[in-house]
């Protein structure tokens, strides 16, 4: 399941990283997001 969970967080946050509400996500560019995101 982990396995499963972890494609789910990788596609939601592709999805809606960029458009969901957070300065965060919005401050920090997509390679450094990918970086955190493993």
Not at 4 to 32: D, K
Request: hydrophobic share 30%.
């Amino acid at each position: 399941m982990g396995e499963g969970n972890g494609s789910n967080v990788t596609r939601r946050y592709l999805i809606l990283g960029p458009f969901a509400p957070g300065e965060n996500h919005h401050r920090l560019p997509l390679s450094m997001a990918t970086d955190q995101t493993r």
